[in-house]
């Protein structure tokens, strides 16, 4: 897969670490898979305390990832927005269930990224583990 952007201000980073940051549990796979997902989109690097810092940045400010999205949504075409959309629901799932919070803020990145409702669910169960 070809990266999706560069990410020169970090906008595809800060929508996966307010997945991250979403999660109570604070679990290694969420890490993980921040990490992966990160590199697979922008064929960047990251280490486990840029994630960790990240998810503690993204807590202190909690709309940060909604506005990352929105610019996104103005950049990405379809294809990259169901690439970040897919990453995002990944961060999610990692530690094997998606909470109520999750659940919330991935309905509100499908909508910030132009997403209907049921385009959303779609979404949902083609991503969701069989």
Not at 2 to 14: E, N, T, W
Not at 45 to 70: C, N, S, Y
Not at 74 to 102: I, M, N, R, S, Y
């Amino acid at each position: 897969m070809a990266s999706l952007r560069g990410d020169d201000d970090g906008a595809v980073l800060r929508v996966l670490l307010g997945v991250i940051a979403a999660d109570e549990v604070d679990a290694d796979e969420g890490i993980a898979t921040v990490a992966s997902a990160y590199e697979r989109l922008t064929d960047r690097k990251l280490g486990t305390e840029d994630v960790t810092r990240g998810r503690d940045d993204a807590r202190a400010d909690p709309g940060a990832w909604l506005d990352a999205a929105r610019l996104l949504a103005q950049e990405l075409a379809p294809d990259g927005k169901d690439q970040l959309f897919a990453a995002a629901f990944e961060v999610a799932l990692a530690d094997g269930f998606v909470l109520d919070e999750e659940d919330r803020l991935l309905s509100t990145l499908a909508a910030a990224l132009g997403m209907s409702e049921h385009e959303y669910r779609v979404s949902v169960d083609k991503l969701m583990p069989r």
